[in-house]
């Protein structure tokens, strides 16, 4: 239950043309949204136009995770490009993000498999 | 004498985390599920980032978080002696928020994942939000 409380999120990020795959874990709420905030800024502001953000080891995810990642929504569709996300089927995680409604922007999806091509 | 505890923190970004497991601890113990705990984790978050991001703007100030064993179950409360809330009708309302960068979904995590859900504040003064949640009954012959 109290496994990862506390640890800073963790950003691992590959990037292939004008896709980046973004890897986070750990624990997405208000201490680490300026740190995944700037990261993801610094991919859109690059020219990168298809996100994927693999949120499938993220322990733990609240509203500040959340506008981090709607806000950076709006900033890549203002220049055409689109998130996906990738989410475990169920947990919190999971449930905070249907309760949110962002699915209706960022396709939750299983793996990378299922990321659309280019 | 029931099991309590407060804890009192300064309004740093860091110490949402330090509240939220704290509260977590204890609702373990009290014999919360571990989907239960989840909620409350969240709850709690949203709470106690409230009080970071909006009782004191510009200023340090004090997050005061209070746990109390209920019949059945957990009280959460969590004050501040901030700026308060204006309107708090319009504040819990879904996609409201001050802040373009947040959702305006804190107080709904709170009043979904809580069964019994108040605010109370005063501008000037500060606010305190308490939430009861109740443990899933054991499954019958359990």
Known sequence: ?118 | MTQYFELACPNRPENVGLCRVAVATFAANLGFTLPEIEEIKVAVSEAVSNVVVHAYPGAEGVIALRCDESEGGIVISVRDDGVGIEDVALARQASYSTDPERMGLGFVFMESFSDEFTVESKPGKGTRIEMRKRREAPAEGA
Do not use: C, H, W
């Not at chain 1, 409380?5 to 709420?29: C, H, S, Y």
């Open chain 1, 1 to 118: 239950m109290l496994e990862g409380a506390g640890k800073p999120v963790q950003i691992a990020i590959r990037r292939l043309g004008r896709t980046a795959n973004v890897r986070l874990a750990g624990e997405f709420d208000l201490k680490a949204a300026p740190q995944v905030r700037e990261q993801l800024d610094g991919l859109i502001d690059s020219g990168s136009q298809r996100i994927v953000i693999d949120l499938r080891q993220v322990r733990f995810l609240d509203s500040s995770g959340l506008g981090v990642l709607l806000g950076r929504y709006r900033r890549i569709s203002e220049r055409g490009g689109s998130i996906y996300l990738l989410t475990a089927a169920e947990g919190s995680v999971r449930t905070v993000l249907e309760m949110s409604g962002v699915r209706q922007v960022m396709p939750l999806l299983a793996s990378e498999s299922e990321v659309p091509r280019a």
